[in-house]
Every structure is written in C-alpha cells, then in structure tokens.
C-alpha cells in the first residue's frame, strides 16, 4: 500500500484530536442518544474514520464505503461532530481523486440518497422539521461531492490547459528547428552555387598559369582570375546582404533571374567553356521568382561543373517551357577533361536536387548517348504555375 500523503495525515491527526477534544468536554450531537450506548463507544467510528483519512488519497473508494459504514455505527452513538465532518471529506476526496466514473456518478447518486432521506424522514416524523434532517444529509454528501466534481473539472482544465500548451511549445520549437535548418540549407546552397564558379574557375587558370611559362598565357589566366575574383566578391557582397537586418542602409541586390543567363553564358565562355544558349521559352510570360533562381542556379552550377569536370566539346544550355513546366537542360562532352581540374565534393548535384525538389519538380544527372557521342546530361523540370505576361521581350542566344 502507497504511503499517505502527509496533508492526509495531517487531517487524521487533526480529525482524531480534535473529535477527543469533543468527546472529553462531553459535547455529543444527540442527547439523549437513541439507542442508548456509553459515551466511550463514540470513539470507535472516530477512530476509524479518523484511520481512514489516511487513505483518502490512495483508495478514495474503499475510504467512502468504510467511512459510510462508521457513520451509520455512529448513530448509535452519542454522535461526534468531527466525526461527521471528517465523512464529508472522504466524500469530497471520492470525487476528487476517484476513478473518473466515481467522480460522474457520486454526485448524482449522493444527490438521490439525500432526496430519500428527506422523503424518509417526512414519512417517518411526518414533521416539516424533517426536511432540516433531509438537507443535513445533503450537507454531508451532496455538498462535498459536488464541490469535489467542481475542483476535479477545475484541475483537469487546467490539466488539459497545461498539456496543450507544452504541445504549442513543442511544435513550436520543432518549426523554428526546421526553419532553421531549411534556412542553413538554402543558405549553403545560395553560397556554394555563388562561389562555387568563380573559385573552380580561379582554380583551373591558377593552375595553367603555373604549369605553363608562358607570358601571354600566364597574362591571359591573371585576367580570368581577377575577372572571376570581382565578380565573386560582388556575389558574396550580395549574399551578405540577404543576411543583413533591416537596420543596414544597403539594400540586398535582386536575386538573378533567367534574364541573366546570357551574361552567364558569356562568363562562362571567357572561362574556357564553349557554351550555347538555346532559350525555347515564350517571351510573353515571367515565371515566379522562385522558379527562375532555381533554374538559374542549376544552369550555373551545370556550367561550374562542366568547366571542372568536362571533357572538350561543345556545353549545350537549352530552355523549354511547356504544359506548365519550365524544363532545363544542360549537356557537355562526358570523358576527362585535357587541361587542369578542380576538385569537387558532389554538393553541387545535391544542391540542384534539393532546389527541384522543394518545388516539387524533377531532377536527373548523369551519361547519355546522344549525336555528339557520350554527354553529360543535367535536366530539370520544374513546375511553374500560372505565368504572368511581361511587357519585356527577350531573345535566345
């Protein structure tokens, strides 16, 4: 058996004394008591009852039913007042801490049980102060279990309160952990697909520039890699810029849209690719920001990985943009590449992956057969909607 709670040994503590004290100064509740027992018998439901309030926590029940058969042996008693007063509190207790079934139904039937006895006590007494026995039952049984109901429907509110608010602040927390961490991830993504070009073209120049003493190859390679140098500044200064609060004056630069892809094709070419831009799309129509960054920066690291992967050959860039689906494709000459390499880490492809995939399109990479022999094959295809018509009108290369 669980070890009482120490306010239940409290109230017994304090039930038993004070019914003592009661009993000592000779003050009963019935005189003369009928039947007639010693005064001393009146000890006997108090200290039961007073035992039971030990258990008024643990087995609420149990504590009820004995506690109800102390009562009715205390009628034959002088009677103690802190003998009834420690019953209503292992009614209210039943309520209280019971099985949730005890606590529907002990009000109800305590409720019924006192409307008997008021209509028993009519009938026996037939006295209208008869009812005053008849609502001293309801003081001991009725009150207290309606009152346990009443702090039982509190405490479980409050409950249910608490509990839903720690499931709000779990939830909470676990989107601010996925915000957080789809952020990093498009962070990464805009930081490898920005630098990852101009490095890998830094990289491959620096390299022919110190492998061959020659001084215009060497001249043309500085060029290449101050060009790329510039312009990787200029798009980290633009990726600073997307991290900046609103407090900063400087203003973050657009991010690029297809609109760009001719400039990149001509950066691309300065690096050494031999690259052609087929734009198939109607003119009419701007696709959604999101869509276009996406497609623009799997264009650009098609091109970052031709350059440091590819062998010589021809890049082919083309754009499509039909049924609601802007298609993508990039293909360069698949074998080892002649010149100098740059190494890679695969984060490229994951990354075009990932930007497909959040916006719920589809992505493939890899050797295709085609007219040109063996080609390395990136395709996209994302979804765009409903597109806008533009007053702009734009050209293929």
């Not at 070890?3 to 003592?20: E, K, Q």
């Not at 009963?28 to 000890?43: E, F």
């Not at 409307?115 to 009150?143: K, N």
């Not at 798009?235 to 900063?248: A, P, Q, V, Y």
């Amino acid at each position: 058996m669980p070890r009482p709670h120490r306010i239940d040994v409290l109230i017994a503590l304090s039930g038993l004394l004070g019914g003592l004290a009661l009993w000592g100064i000779g003050l009963g509740m019935r005189t003369p008591p009928v039947p007639s027992l010693p005064d001393a018998w009146l000890l006997v439901p108090l200290a039961l009852m007073s035992a039971l309030e030990l258990m008024r926590r643990t087995l609420p029940q149990t504590a009820l039913a004995l506690g109800t058969l102390a009562l009715v042996a205390d009628q034959f008693t002088p009677g103690n007042l802190v003998t009834v007063i420690l019953f209503a509190d292992l009614a209210y207790a039943a309520v209280l801490y019971g099985s949730p079934a005890a606590a529907r139904r002990l009000p109800w039937a305590t409720g019924l049980a006192t409307v008997a006895a008021t209509l028993g006590f009519l009938a026996w007494f037939q006295q209208p102060e008869a009812v005053l026995l008849g609502l001293m039952v309801g003081l001991i049984t009725f009150t207290p279990a309606t009152t346990g109901a009443i702090v039982r429907n509190h405490r479980d509110a409050a409950e249910t309160a608490r509990l839903r608010a720690e499931q709000t602040a779990l939830l909470a927390e676990t989107d601010r952990v996925q915000a957080v961490t789809a952020e990093r991830a498009r962070m990464a993504r805009e930081l490898h697909d920005m630098v990852a070009n101009h490095l890998s073209a830094i990289a491959i120049h620096s390299t022919a520039a110190l492998s061959l003493d020659d001084p215009r190859t060497t001249r043309d390679a500085l060029g290449v890699i101050r060009e790329n140098s510039v312009d990787g500044l200029a798009e980290m200064r633009r990726l600073i810029g997307l991290l900046r609060d609103g407090s900063d004056d400087h203003e973050p630069a657009a991010a690029p849209t297809l609109d760009g892809l001719t400039a990149l094709a001509g950066q691309a070419r300065a690096n050494g690719l031999d690259v052609t831009l087929d734009d198939r799309r109607a003119h009419s129509a701007r696709l959604p920001a999101p869509v276009e960054l996406a497609a623009y920066r799997i264009v650009q690291e098609s091109l970052t990985n031709a350059l440091k992967h590819a062998a010589p050959g021809p890049v082919h860039v083309v754009l499509a943009l039909a049924d609601s689906t802007l298609t993508a494709t990039v293909t360069s000459a698949f074998g080892d590449p002649s010149g100098p390499r740059a190494p890679g880490s695969g984060a490229g492809l994951v990354g075009m992956r990932e930007r497909a995939t959040l916006l719920g399109g589809e992505f493939e990479a890899g050797p295709r057969d085609s007219d040109r022999g063996k080609v390395w094959c990136v395709r996209a295809a994302l979804p765009v909607g409903e597109a806008v018509p533009q007053t702009s009108q734009g050209g293929s290369e």
